[in-house]
């Protein structure tokens, strides 16, 4: 099936006389008839329900779905996209190992990874993602378990170079993970180009109606784990009778392991009527994403020509550094986010928001509705000056995240509110 049929059939075929729209099984349990077949289950040997931290049925059929959306072999909901991150991460380093991730990256992910990884012991180097290959490789260690990276990264639109970064962390024996959410499937299928697990947050544009937190782990089920860097996944589990993950469960063995072994222990799991509001989301995902692209663009385009703006960063503008990249990796258009700063004074971003009608003050992005934040004051106002240099984000940087509204009335606001600003 073609994507567009994918995002509405995926993951869900009804049966004779069954409801055709996913149902909802708000249930935390499930029955059974003997001891010796729950304990199947406990086992791993048995597949099935038992308990809703570990699967459920709504839940399962949206991680089909998406895991078809993207080609992986097997998805993980969990409750947002941090825990999304913090999972895909968790599931390959541990205490005493290190990852390299790119520096420009979304502002939760740059804490969560300097801060709290670190307390957990796990030590995360940032790079330049436009650097030569021989310096990132400078930043590989024995104990480097993963390279790390956007797609299209959140603020500042940089491209990642998928192809060349996975080709560069195979080389050394690493996996590329790839947060590919503002892209989604739709945009770019990051397996394709050799990325080994896809992570999202999918409160962005696979809900898309800013109704439901959610994150998704992908795994690519194609990076061979035995190579000798990783005995999580080729030592005994004694959490399992002693169960090895690559034996078990060859091609998955990554996501089975995130599942059974992490999300039962830390519990970050999406619920059953999160799963139906991102299924509704993901039935429309593909057209979605054809007109957020195409009124992003034309948003873009009329603030470049605009004489209060000083630069705008939307990859499919000719002239930006990764256009090159942006007509490789995601040929249907950039998503719906651009960001751009006007001139003059630092306060003159803050002016033009304050003066937007329709367009409304957010802490999200991805919305259908057209919203606008000021990253250095809100997502990233942790970061340091140099830190927010490094993530490509400029003190007077606007995020527009433009919606679904007629082109014509949003250009239109953006119009009267450059006039104030
Ligand atoms: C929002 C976002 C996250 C975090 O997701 P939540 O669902 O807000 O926890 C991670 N990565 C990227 C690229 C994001 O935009």
């Known amino acids: 099936m073609e994507i567009e049929s994918l995002c509405l059939h995926g993951g869900y075929t009804p049966g004779n006389g069954d409801p055709r729209v996913l149902p909802i099984t708000q249930s935390t349990t499930f029955t059974y008839e003997s001891t010796a077949a729950v304990a199947r289950l406990f086992d791993l040997q048995d597949e099935g329900f038992f308990y809703t931290r570990l699967g459920n049925p709504t839940v399962?059929?949206?991680?089909?779905?998406?895991?078809?959306?993207?080609?992986?072999?097997?998805?993980?909901?969990?409750?947002?996209g941090q825990s999304a991150n913090?999972?895909?991460?968790?599931?390959?380093?541990?205490?005493?190992?290190?990852?390299?991730?790119t520096s420009s990256i979304y502002g939760g992910t740059f804490n969560l990874f300097a801060v709290t990884l670190k307390k957990m012991g796990i030590e995360v180097t940032f790079v330049?993602?436009?650097?030569?290959?021989?310096?990132?490789?400078?930043?590989?260690?024995?104990?480097?378990?993963?390279?790390?990276?956007?797609?299209?990264?959140?603020?500042?639109?940089?491209v990642l170079d998928i192809e060349r970064l996975a080709a560069l962390a195979h080389r050394h024996g690493l996996p590329l993970i790839v947060d590919n959410t503002f892209a989604t499937p739709v945009l770019c299928r990051p397996f394709e180009f050799g990325a080994d697990i896809v992570v999202h947050s999918t409160t962005k544009y696979m809900d898309g109606h800013a109704v439901q937190m959610g994150g998704v782990i992908v795994d690519g089920g194609r990076f061979d784990w035995t190579q000798g860097r990783f005995p999580e996944f080729t030592e005994p589990d004694e959490s399992y009778h002693g169960l090895i993950y690559t034996q078990a469960f060859g091609k998955a063995a990554f996501i089975v392991k995130a599942r059974v072994q992490l999300m039962r222990d830390l519990g970050c799991c999406q619920t059953p009527q999160g799963a139906f509001y991102i299924n509704l989301g993901l039935e429309t995902?593909?057209?979605?994403?054809?007109?957020?692209?195409?009124?992003?663009?034309a948003v873009a385009r009329h603030l470049a020509a605009h004489p209060k703006v000083e630069s705008v960063s939307y990859p499919r503008l000719e002239g930006h550094?990764?256009?090159?990249?942006?007509d490789k990796y995601l040929p249907d258009g950039c998503s719906g986010v651009i960001s751009f700063s006007l001139k003059g004074v630092r306060d003159a971003g803050a002016r033009f928001i304050d003066a937007l009608k329709l367009v409304s003050l957010q802490v999200h992005v991805a919305d259908i509705r057209s919203c606008?934040?000021?990253?250095?004051?809100s997502t990233h106002r942790q970061l340091s000056d140099q830190q927010l240099h490094d993530a490509g984000i400029t003190p007077g940087m606007v995020r527009f995240s433009v919606g679904l509204e007629n082109i014509d009335d949003i250009i239109a606001d953006v119009d009267q509110a450059l006039a104030q600003a």
């Open 285 to 297: 995902l593909p057209l979605r994403m054809r007109q957020h692209c195409a009124n992003a663009e």
């Open 321 to 326: 550094p990764h256009k090159a990249l942006a």
């Open 86 to 101: 913090l999972l895909a991460v968790f599931n390959l380093a541990r205490s005493g190992d290190h990852v390299i991730s």
């Open 372 to 377: 606008v934040l000021h990253p250095a004051s």
């Open 128 to 158: 330049d993602q436009t650097a030569p290959d021989a310096e990132i490789e400078k930043a590989i260690r024995p104990t480097t378990r993963a390279i790390f990276g956007e797609t299209l990264t959140n603020p500042s639109l940089d």
């Open 60 to 80: 399962d059929a949206v991680e089909r779905k998406i895991a078809a959306l993207e080609g992986g072999v097997g998805a993980l909901c969990t409750s947002s």
